[in-house]
């Protein structure tokens, strides 16, 4: 476990998970998150409100994001120039966000591509792949991407 402090709020995380912003209005679940490159934005999982939030450094929410194609996202990830990358666990996707979170630029891998109930994601810049990890079957999948 281990405490976060971001921008003046505590932040519990405990392996892919975070707990616990107070002074937020709206509940935040426990199934991912991810800071910005310059630590500028929080990006949170509600996982079964079928969200991606995004936070200034302040707290105030900058953004909600929801898409038929990010059922039960589960995890969150940002990539060292600041991609952000969202698994949809129900909905068996990968998908590419834009930064502030408010539109999907790209469904990167589906079911189509072997994508079955995806935990967790994240980019390679050594190999040019996005790494996804799976629930029940226990597959690592490797893209390649340009």
């Known amino acids: 476990m281990r405490l976060v402090s971001f921008k003046g709020f505590t932040i519990v995380t405990k392996q892919d998970k975070c707990y616990q912003l107070k002074s937020l209005n709206e509940v935040l679940v426990d199934h991912g998150c991810a800071v910005s490159p310059i630590g500028d934005k929080l990006y949170i999982i509600d996982h079964f409100k079928h969200k991606l939030l995004t936070l200034a450094s302040d707290g ?7 898409d038929p194609e990010l059922q039960g996202p589960h995890c969150v990830h940002v990539t060292p120039v600041g991609q952000v990358l969202v698994c949809g666990m129900m909905s068996n996707t990968i998908i590419q966000v ?13 079911k189509r591509d072997g994508v079955w109930r995806p935990i967790s994601v994240c980019y390679s810049s050594t190999s040019s792949s996005v790494i996804v990890g799976q629930w029940e079957n226990n597959k690592i999948l490797v893209f390649k991407v340009e």
């Open 60 to 66: 105030t929410v900058l953004a909600t994001l929801t």
């Open 98 to 110: 834009d930064s502030t979170s408010r539109k999907k630029l790209a469904t990167l891998a589906t």
